[in-house]
């Protein structure tokens, strides 16, 4: 958003250059950026400081119940014109400070959003990194491991535990406890174990 600053009222007109209007159609009409405007100090151009073409196609109006205002109509075959004039400085109506608590409003609402947003996603980054996020809400390029989680240096977790010869001392072969020890030092070796699984129940439950 962007506002116009407002000039105090004085007696000595201020002088407002190349204010630039956007036709739309051959047409601009409104209010000039400020209040109080001579209409007999309107200038406007098809280029800035008072270049190009002067356009002489346009009126003015003076509506009742706003008469600081000047209502404008321009008229040309261009796709922008700038406007000059002098003033003697704005009146500040209840209209332009409803319209900035409104727009500070919506951008308090805007920043609650956001930090809302950043809120959950620094609790998803800190529950992944926990490990406390169930597999089924895990983001999809985690689990099919497309996501590049970087690389690890030689003290690498897994490949410590898969070399530890004291890993698995409690780890039965067949899963179930109802054979021996299992002597494998790798998780490789303990797959590639013919007699790893052989008792092991389909449903997980001894039945």
Do not use: C
């Not at 001579?38 to 009742?64: F, M, S, W």
């Not at 109509?73 to 704005?90: H, K, M, N, P, W």
């Not at 609790?123 to 996501?147: C, F, M």
């Not at 535990?161 to 899963?175: C, I, K, Y």
């Amino acid at each position: 958003m962007r506002y116009t600053a407002k000039l105090n009222r004085r007696d000595t007109p201020y002088v407002i250059a190349d204010e630039a209007l956007t036709l739309s159609g051959g047409r601009w009409e409104g209010w000039p950026g400020h209040d109080n405007v001579d209409p007999a100090t309107i200038e406007i151009y098809t280029l800035p400081g008072r270049q190009g073409e002067k356009v002489l196609n346009y009126t003015t109006e003076i509506r009742d119940g706003a008469e600081w205002k000047l209502w404008l109509r321009v008229f040309a075959a261009a796709d922008v014109l700038y406007l000059s004039y002098e003033t003697t400085g704005d009146v500040v109506e209840a209209d332009d400070i409803n319209q900035l608590q409104g727009d500070l409003e919506g951008l308090a609402a805007e920043a609650e959003a956001d930090r809302l947003a950043l809120d959950g996603a620094l609790k998803r980054k800190a529950d992944l990194v926990g490990g406390t996020v169930p597999v089924e809400q895990l983001p999809a390029e985690v689990v099919s491991g497309d996501i590049d989680f970087g690389t690890f240096d030689d003290a690498d977790a897994l490949t410590l535990h898969e070399t530890s010869r004291t890993a698995h001392p409690w780890m039965l072969v067949d899963g179930n406890y109802s054979a021996a020890a299992d002597t494998s030092q790798t998780l490789e070796e303990h797959m590639a174990n013919p007699m790893a699984h052989q008792n092991l129940d389909i449903d997980g439950n001894g039945t």
